[in-house]
């Protein structure tokens, strides 16, 4: 059967999935155009985009009506669900990123997977609201407290599976290998603290023994992460890489967050962070380095010549106060540009697109370094790419049917015209402005209410609640 959606206006990316595998490529800023009266025909059986027509001036009989700007589903290319419990409660009194990481581990230490079921439920309804259809969970919460693993040794995972499909999103969960709390040699690092048990399996082996355990849906695929040069040991990052590699997998890893990460590497092993990858076979196209902040000029000839990625979290990078990657730097030598809440100290990609080219404007004190439309492509068909759902992230015939719609008469969005659309998304508008979100041609945001989780604040406040012992 044949769905019909007929979008007000729509950011239409020029090229057909079914011609160009590599369409990230071959869309210029230029082939990014706004478009009136587009008619979206959705295939029901796979959720596939089957037609897109323009010009189309009323909405066929039967059509499913998207009032204001529709564009490719967004991508939260990195995601830790259970963070959004510490929302407005870490911004008490001064601190640094390692006191802010001392409330997290208090917030993990209570979750169970029924609680991080219903807790992720809620925040990946959020994210709907908030136009994302899919989402990257960089997921290290493995283990009962005191690291005794469950009965089932991957329950907490598959809760943020069940979680997502509740909530009507796609889910790439990055299982996370998570093995010590520092670095010393090659061989070793230091044992885990009481909090990060729950964190480790132990060895990378036997991360990626349970790892395989892992099952893929229709709405979600499995792909693999080491949290960091500091969780796992030299020797045992091409444990990791190799796992990833076998199975095709997206991999994402945590890089040069912070200085002392890389103080620690520099003195362990006498290189960056990112040349210590680079010498394990972690880095590639398949894989992603979130935040990249403090990096060499070496390391970004690195990451932009392997074509690995960058999972840019303006808004939690700038709350835990870590800095400003070089994204530009990046870029230009080759790596992919994606997007990720992070934290959740917002879940607003709009946000996360306006803050890079905000950032980087305060650093450089020059405007324009990127296009809206460059900026929107890091928020969905770049992300999707990241997330190993190449063919998510453009309006095209063959692609899924992922659609987010933006309001173009809010206060923050009136005036400026639909041919302004892209500018008006990424530089005024909100999640708040988020009015519909289809995913796989499944319409779960319906003026601006979610449509499976039917109070999404009040099912937040009482996850949270949860957890905080009432």
Same mark, same amino acid.
């Given at each position: 059967?044949?769905?019909?959606?007929?979008?007000?206006?729509?950011?239409?990316?020029?090229? =057909?999935?079914?011609?160009?595998?590599?369409?990230?490529?071959?869309?210029?800023?230029?082939?990014?155009?706004?478009?009136?009266?587009?008619?979206?025909?959705?295939?029901?059986?796979?959720?596939?985009?089957?037609?897109?027509?323009?010009?189309?001036?009323?909405?066929?009989?039967?059509?499913?009506?998207?009032?204001?700007?529709?564009?490719?589903?967004?991508?939260?290319?990195? /995601?830790?669900?259970?963070?959004?419990?510490?929302?407005?409660?870490?911004?008490?009194? /001064?601190?640094?990123?390692?006191?802010? +990481?001392?409330?997290?581990?208090?917030?993990?230490?209570?979750?169970?997977?029924?609680?991080?079921?219903?807790?992720?439920? %809620?925040?990946?309804?959020?994210?709907?609201?908030?136009?994302?259809? $899919?989402?990257?969970?960089?997921?290290?919460?493995?283990?009962?407290?005191?690291?005794?693993?469950?009965?089932?040794?991957?329950?907490?995972?598959?809760?943020?599976?069940?979680?997502?499909?509740?909530? $009507?999103?796609?889910?790439?969960?990055?299982?996370? %290998?998570?093995? #010590? #709390?520092?670095?010393?040699?090659?061989?070793? $690092?230091?044992?885990?603290?009481?909090?990060?048990?729950?964190? /480790?399996?132990?060895?990378?082996?036997?991360?990626?023994?349970? %790892?395989?355990?892992?099952?893929? %849906?229709?709405?979600?695929?499995?792909?693999?992460?080491?949290?960091?040069?500091?969780?796992?040991?030299?020797?045992?990052?091409?444990?990791?890489?190799?796992?990833?590699?076998?199975?095709?997998?997206?991999?994402?890893?945590?890089?040069? @967050?912070?200085?002392?990460?890389?103080?620690?590497?520099?003195?362990?092993?006498?290189?960056?962070?990112?040349?210590?990858?680079?010498?394990?076979?972690?880095?590639?196209?398949?894989?992603?380095?979130?935040?990249?902040?403090?990096?060499?000029?070496? =390391?970004?000839?690195?990451?932009?010549?392997?074509?690995?990625?960058?999972?840019?979290?303006?808004?939690?990078?700038? =709350?835990?106060?870590?800095?400003?990657?070089?994204?530009?730097?990046?870029?230009?030598?080759? /790596?992919?540009?994606?997007? $990720? #809440?992070?934290?959740?100290?917002?879940? =607003?990609?709009? @946000? @996360?697109?306006?803050?890079?080219?905000?950032?980087?404007?305060?650093?450089?004190?020059?405007?324009?370094?990127?296009?809206?439309?460059?900026?929107?492509?890091?928020?969905?068909?770049?992300?999707?790419?990241?997330?190993?759902?190449?063919?998510?992230?453009?309006?095209?015939?063959?692609?899924?049917?992922?659609?987010?719609?933006?309001?173009?008469?809010?206060?923050?969005?009136?005036?400026?015209?639909?041919?302004?659309?892209?500018?008006?998304?990424?530089?005024?508008?909100?999640?708040?402005?988020?009015?519909?979100?289809?995913?796989?041609?499944?319409?779960?945001?319906?003026?601006?209410?979610?449509?499976?989780?039917?109070?999404?604040?009040?099912?937040?406040?009482?996850?949270?609640?949860?957890? +905080?012992?009432?």
């Amino acid at each position: 059967m044949q769905l019909t959606y007929w979008a007000e206006h729509a950011w239409l990316n020029a090229v =057909d999935a079914a011609d160009a595998a590599d369409a990230a490529d071959a869309v210029s800023a230029a082939d990014a155009v706004v478009e009136s009266g587009v008619a979206i025909e959705v295939s029901t059986a796979d959720g596939r985009i089957t037609g897109v027509r323009t010009g189309v001036e009323a909405p066929p009989p039967g059509a499913e009506i998207l009032r204001g700007l529709t564009l490719p589903g967004l991508a939260n290319a990195h /995601s830790h669900a259970f963070h959004r419990a510490l929302r407005s409660t870490v911004q008490v009194g /001064s601190g640094t990123f390692w006191t802010w +990481r001392e409330v997290m581990y208090e917030v993990a230490s209570r979750l169970t997977p029924d609680t991080y079921h219903a807790l992720a439920r %809620a925040v990946y309804a959020e994210m709907a609201l908030a136009g994302i259809t $899919g989402v990257g969970e960089f997921h290290y919460l493995h283990h009962a407290p005191g690291g005794r693993p469950y009965d089932n040794p991957n329950a907490m995972g598959e809760a943020l599976i069940a979680a997502a499909a509740d909530a $009507g999103i796609r889910i790439t969960l990055l299982d996370t %290998a998570y093995v #010590s #709390s520092g670095l010393v040699d090659k061989h070793s $690092g230091e044992p885990p603290n009481e909090h990060q048990l729950r964190f /480790s399996d132990g060895t990378a082996e036997a991360w990626a023994e349970r %790892a395989a355990a892992l099952k893929g %849906a229709e709405h979600a695929v499995i792909g693999a992460a080491v949290h960091s040069v500091r969780a796992v040991p030299a020797d045992q990052l091409g444990t990791v890489a190799r796992w990833a590699a076998d199975r095709g997998a997206p991999l994402h890893v945590h890089l040069s @967050e912070q200085t002392a990460e890389n103080d620690a590497c520099l003195a362990a092993h006498g290189c960056t962070p990112t040349r210590l990858l680079a010498d394990h076979g972690v880095l590639g196209a398949r894989t992603t380095g979130v935040h990249n902040t403090h990096l060499t000029d070496a =390391d970004i000839a690195l990451l932009g010549s392997s074509g690995t990625g960058t999972c840019m979290c303006p808004t939690t990078e700038r =709350d835990l106060a870590d800095g400003i990657g070089p994204a530009p730097a990046l870029q230009r030598a080759g /790596s992919p540009l994606s997007l $990720g #809440s992070d934290s959740h100290a917002v879940i =607003d990609l709009f @946000e @996360e697109a306006r803050a890079m080219e905000l950032n980087e404007r305060l650093r450089s004190r020059t405007r324009g370094h990127w296009t809206a439309a460059a900026l929107l492509r890091a928020a969905t068909g770049e992300g999707h790419a990241a997330l190993g759902w190449p063919d998510a992230g453009a309006i095209v015939v063959g692609g899924l049917a992922d659609l987010t719609t933006v309001a173009l008469d809010s206060v923050r969005t009136a005036g400026a015209g639909p041919g302004l659309g892209a500018e008006t998304a990424v530089f005024a508008a909100t999640a708040a402005d988020v009015r519909d979100t289809v995913v796989a041609g499944r319409r779960v945001v319906r003026d601006g209410a979610h449509t499976l989780v039917p109070d999404v604040p009040s099912a937040l406040s009482a996850a949270i609640a949860e957890l +905080r012992g009432g």
